[in-house]
């Protein structure tokens, strides 16, 4: 179960908890303090008065760090308090555009690069006296660059094997791109987290009259990427499930890739149901968009978009122009990376908390607990679509 309340957490603390939320992920930091904060006070762990935990309560668990810049650009990780024997956990959000720094004069924009130079300048400031270091990277870094086609470089794999060699314990991501880049680094831990469960919920308390049964509703992978995460979705709520895939043109390379010439679909008959098109992000658009396109062709009734990375990289025009011409009636992301005002403004868009779940995984994996109940969320989904069917009111 989710509710932290009903998990058993009776073992040591590795060590004392500690949280370095880095520039562009401080909101997000601030509100999984809050809830850590909340629940050990009203914790009735059975050692909290055992003097060897001392600090297990506090007012926040967040740690003073900050990342400089000098006027050439460069910069240089500093910890303000002592992190000595601590269970550290680094939160970064390589993709937040929104950060600006000074550069002879010019401001430039923070891009994954610079993000990912500061977690390892951080991680350089710790020196290695924490008790033990766990990076919370919700979009993996690099995570699109994780197999070679021809003479190309393996940037993620690159990228987890650095995090290793400088100490990194656990690194733990959500929805990666593909899991299997976490074979560069078989011996140390590596999580993905799965998303499903919050958009199952969200969805649901927005939308009052969705009838969830394979009579009434599909689930959609835009590609062979996100099969998996369709065939679950479909299993688990009982679903019928199809999938497009993309034909490309391989005489041709446009932006360093080959450009796709249509997607083709398989699977049953959309017409007259409901449907949700299931990804690990949203960059510009265009697939999510063109296969909305041929759903409605096939007659789908009600499209909903759901990725855990909400990119937009080309502006949100063509969403609102989809969402007027009755294209899209939803789109689902989570709040993992960046949301700009613009994006949370839009009467179709449902923003997906994800804080109290990246703080259940802190304050488990803190007391050196499982976490493969809180990985697998099938029973939590089955409890939040009894309520639905019995008129609960559903929480987002």
Same mark, same amino acid.
């Given at each position: 179960?989710?509710h932290?309340?009903?998990?058993?957490?009776?073992?040591?603390?590795?060590g004392p908890?500690?949280?370095i939320?880095l520039d562009g992920?401080?909101e997000m930091?601030n =509100?999984?303090?809050?809830?850590?904060?909340r629940?050990? =006070?009203?914790s009735?762990?059975?050692?909290? @008065?055992?003097?060897?935990?001392?600090g297990?309560e506090?007012?926040t #668990?967040?740690?003073?760090?900050?990342?400089?810049?000098?006027?050439?650009?460069?910069?240089k990780?500093?910890?303000?308090?002592?992190?000595?024997?601590?269970?550290l956990?680094?939160m970064v959000?390589?993709l937040?555009?929104s950060?600006t720094?000074?550069l002879?004069?010019?401001?430039n924009?923070m /891009?994954?690069?610079?993000?990912?130079?500061n977690?390892?300048?951080?991680?350089a400031?710790?020196?290695g006296k924490?008790?033990?270091?766990?990076?919370i990277?919700?979009?993996?870094?690099e995570?699109r660059?994780?197999k070679r @086609?021809?003479?190309e470089?393996l940037?993620?794999a690159?990228?987890?094997?650095?995090l +290793?060699?400088?100490? +990194?314990?656990n690194?733990?991501t &959500?929805d990666?791109?593909?899991?299997?880049?976490?074979?560069?680094?078989?011996?140390s831990g590596?999580?993905?987290?799965?998303?499903?469960?919050?958009?199952?919920?969200?969805?649901?308390a927005?939308?009052?009259?969705?009838q969830?049964?394979?009579?009434?509703?599909?689930t959609? @992978?835009?590609?062979?990427?996100?099969? /998996?995460?369709a065939? #679950?979705?479909?299993?688990v709520?009982?679903?019928d499930?199809?999938?497009? #895939?993309?034909r490309?043109?391989?005489?041709r390379?446009?932006?360093?890739?080959?450009?796709?010439?249509?997607h083709?679909?398989l699977? /049953?008959?959309?017409? $007259?149901?409901?449907?949700?098109?299931?990804?690990?992000?949203?960059?510009s658009?265009?697939s999510m968009?063109?296969v909305?396109?041929?759903?409605?062709?096939r007659?789908a009734?009600?499209?909903?978009?759901a990725?855990? &990375?909400?990119l &937009?990289?080309?502006?949100?025009?063509?969403f609102?122009?989809a969402?007027e011409?009755?294209l899209?009636?939803g789109i689902?992301t989570?709040?993992l990376? #960046?949301?700009?005002?613009?994006?949370l =403004?839009?009467p179709?868009?449902?923003?997906c908390?994800m804080?109290?779940y990246?703080?259940l995984?802190i304050?488990t994996?803190?007391?050196? $607990?499982?976490?493969?109940?809180i990985?697998?969320? /099938?029973e939590?989904?089955?409890? +939040?679509?009894?309520?639905?069917?019995?008129?609960?009111e559903?929480?987002p």
């Amino acid at each position: 179960m989710l509710h932290r309340t009903e998990r058993i957490l009776e073992n040591m603390p590795v060590g004392p908890l500690g949280i370095i939320a880095l520039d562009g992920c401080r909101e997000m930091g601030n =509100k999984v303090d809050e809830y850590l904060v909340r629940w050990r =006070k009203e914790s009735t762990h059975a050692q909290k @008065s055992n003097p060897v935990l001392t600090g297990y309560e506090k007012d926040t #668990y967040l740690v003073d760090a900050q990342v400089p810049r000098f006027g050439s650009g460069e910069a240089k990780g500093i910890i303000n308090e002592s992190v000595r024997g601590k269970d550290l956990y680094i939160m970064v959000d390589v993709l937040n555009y929104s950060l600006t720094y000074s550069l002879t004069g010019n401001i430039n924009r923070m /891009s994954p690069d610079d993000h990912y130079q500061n977690l390892k300048r951080i991680i350089a400031a710790v020196g290695g006296k924490a008790r033990r270091l766990n990076v919370i990277m919700p979009f993996l870094y690099e995570s699109r660059q994780h197999k070679r @086609s021809g003479r190309e470089s393996l940037d993620c794999a690159l990228a987890l094997q650095e995090l +290793v060699r400088m100490g +990194v314990d656990n690194i733990i991501t &959500f929805d990666a791109h593909d899991p299997r880049v976490q074979n560069a680094i078989p011996l140390s831990g590596f999580e993905t987290v799965p998303a499903i469960y919050q958009f199952v919920k969200n969805l649901l308390a927005r939308v009052k009259d969705l009838q969830i049964d394979a009579d009434h509703m599909m689930t959609i @992978s835009p590609d062979e990427g996100a099969t /998996s995460r369709a065939i #679950y979705m479909s299993n688990v709520l009982g679903l019928d499930m199809g999938m497009f #895939y993309k034909r490309r043109d391989y005489t041709r390379i446009v932006n360093g890739r080959n450009p796709i010439v249509a997607h083709e679909f398989l699977g /049953s008959s959309v017409e $007259g149901k409901d449907v949700i098109i299931l990804d690990d992000m949203i960059s510009s658009g265009d697939s999510m968009l063109d296969v909305a396109k041929q759903l409605k062709t096939r007659k789908a009734k009600r499209i909903f978009a759901a990725a855990t &990375f909400g990119l &937009f990289t080309n502006g949100m025009e063509k969403f609102d122009k989809a969402y007027e011409e009755g294209l899209i009636d939803g789109i689902l992301t989570t709040n993992l990376i #960046y949301q700009s005002p613009e994006l949370l =403004k839009r009467p179709y868009y449902i923003s997906c908390d994800m804080s109290k779940y990246i703080a259940l995984i802190i304050e488990t994996l803190n007391h050196d $607990g499982s976490i493969s109940d809180i990985l697998d969320p /099938s029973e939590r989904i089955q409890n +939040v679509l009894r309520k639905y069917r019995k008129g609960e009111e559903i929480l987002p």
